[in-house]
């Protein structure tokens, strides 16, 4: 695929291009992955891909992890509903994204940052495309910059001690 | 702790990787990594060189961690895996990036970023090397019994593999009958056998083998558990006939007074009685009654059977039974459905009386079939003269099916000789392309070019009973361009077959969820690679077999049962098989025992524990997907694999170049640095 000038999306990305973080389930998304290249399928550089087992194991956390650490959004993929390797995962992870999507929003990240999609394993194709709608949504969005706008609207947060497991013995 | 001592190495993988990705830079820059104690790249990281680097390093080096960016985790993290593993390092704490998948052969022709991204996927891959922990895979026994699903030709063959090996099978047909659609044909191609003359002794066999117990009328209705042990529910439907005493001596079918078109076995061209045995040969003998058209059950009254069963082995009160089931492994065999031609409407099929589809024609060619093998148009007396085969119905064509059906071609030179050897009969084909690929095919082909079968080449536009020529009258005509000559073409018939696609069955979604595998676009079942390993599937344990992992003839679908069978075997062989470690599990000490956990489980492999009030993990039912992990408000539930701290560190190695990044800051250390 050529080099795609996304200053001519949003003027705001200069020469850069957008990062899109990928949490991909291993058994439907990954491999939709994975045929994408064994079909050589191009799709824009801006996807990094992290695999974990099912959409159910992605912690929220992650997602705004990944946008704080400095991802301009963040694409979940899993399985099709209804057929989850592990039956209802997926499921799991509608629910949550739907909440983070709203708590996001209210820092000011746009929902379309954020998204979840489904690609079966067999659905090269339909991996390619997501990947590059979700990259087009991202590029006319422009870069989230998140330490200057989101970082700086949130309340700070006194930071966590060091031994967050470890509950405070109250003796007497 | 102990200092990070990492090994990253970068695979050219020939050409594949290194002609897009600049490897020679990626593991020059890998070996600046905090934490990376060598870098290297190397032509093919999989050849036993390759491997050898990797172990030799772990040895001299001390590595604590291994990243191997190479090809997807799907294909060589076992290789690699087990190369650690000889060389001392635990098997777990190796991480592959996918470069070549994810990377190579995505951003083709743009260096610059398959070579960023290979970058980021290392440096992800690095970070989260250093947050993995060794750990053991699970040991667990293999059932030596095997559930063969499905009675066709394929899953006999399996079933009969393994039952002669010495093994107990449970073969599961959801029809009255095994036999599958083999049962149905008259002849096969191109030996031109007689096929239930070589079916129905393996049916036989398979039907009184001690080690197979034959589980006929019945569907796997639910599987749980996971290779080696897998407890499945079947429901055994009713089928008002006793087994213990019924003989099968036909008393009952020949006395029923309810006559129904028989849509199964004879496709809709002849007849059964409500109660019935599906054809002469059905294995088991029994029959069944079926409730939608026996009197009896539509309006209470007539029992004919019961008065005639020599026996009485008819019992109308026989309620579905539920049988549950324990094997090892499973070997799904399902087959196809024929693709109903009704679809295409310009092809008239069903509106049409003289348009028939390749499963009734075959029908009508077998000697025990409604026509006792007389080839005759629907009024069931007038032999046609003239006959056309319309090929690739359903097939080879974007509005349906895109693949092609592999039998179909064959299947139509066989109706091509048999109506010329029966009626004398012109037959006209009507093909896109021939294809006839297998042993002695293509010389089946010109044994009919010199039988003066005809061929067309050109997709049939209409098959219309409108006559607008001299000579049509009475007749279908196919409306056809002949490509070879490039003229549009009306060629007159008395009747006209269709060779319908393969499809795969209509419930072929819900069966692969039910035994958690994949389907592909088209709806077959996915095999675990395409090449190397044809009838194993992503699940361990469940094998496939046959048309229900893509369209394919009798030999082809025979070699596959027994190759199935061979992969079962193997794993019976080895008595015991390694389970991934990838589990949950709760540190009950910090457990609030608040159970969110416990209902979010699709598996119920959670417990909470009222006396200790904390919730525990059954690491035996507990397959790894990680709801509970993201979802326990203590974090203290750890997916063992994929931890908290190692997605973390993963996500901040991905993303170690942006503007926010953090992830590195660029280090100037001294490496030994190795390209080869």
Redesign the interface.
Known sequence: MAKRDYSLDNPAWGDRRPVIVGFLCNWCSYRAADLAGTSRMGYPATLRDIRIMCTGRLDPTFVIKALSEGADGVIVMGCHPGQCHYDVGNFKAMRRMALLRRTLAQLGVHPDRVQLAWASAAQGTLFTETILNMTNAIARLGPLEWRDTVADIAPSTPPLPDEAHEPEVIHG | MMEDRIGVYVCHCGHNIAGTVDVEHVAEWAASLPGVAIARDYKFMCSSLGQELVEKDIQELGLTGVVVAAC???MHEPTFRRACERAGLNRYLLEMA?I???AS??????V???T??AK??IS?AVRRVMELEPLEPFMVDINDATMVVGGGVAGINAALELANAGHPVYLVERDPSIGGHMAQFDKTFPTLDCSACILTPRMFDAGNHPNITLLSYSEVEQVDGYVGNFTVRVRQKARHVDTELCTGCGDCWEKCPAKVVDQEYEAGLGYRTAIYRPFPQAVPKYPVIDEESCIYYQKGTCKACEKFCPTGAIDFDQQDTEIVLNVGNIVLATGYDLFDPRRVPQYGYGRLANVFTSLEFERMLNAAGPTDGKVVLRDGITEPKSVAVVHCVGSRDENYNPYCSAVCCMAALKFGHLVKERTGADVTSFYIDIRTTAKNYEEFYHRLLKEEMEFIRGRVAEVTDAARMPGEEGKLIVQVEDTLIGKQRRIPVDMVILMAAMEPRNDA?DV??TF?I????AGFF?EKHPKLDPVAT??DGVFIAGVCQGPKDIPDSVSQGAAAAARVLTLIGQGTIAIEP?RANIDEE?CSGCRICNN?C??TAIEYLPDLEVSRVNPALC?????C???CP???IT?QH?T?DS??A???G??YD??????YVSVEHEVPLATG
């Open positions: 997807s985790p799907h996918n070549r998948e994810h052969w995505v951003h083709q022709h743009d610059e970023s398959a960023e991204k980021s996927l992800g979604t692969a969820h958690g994949g389907c592909s676009e996915t992503m699940t990838v910090h979010l699709p598996y397959k790894g997907c990680g709801t992990v993201a979802a203590s974090q203290v997916g994929f908290f997605i973390m993963q996500i901040e991905v993303l942006t503007y926010n990044g953090n992830g």
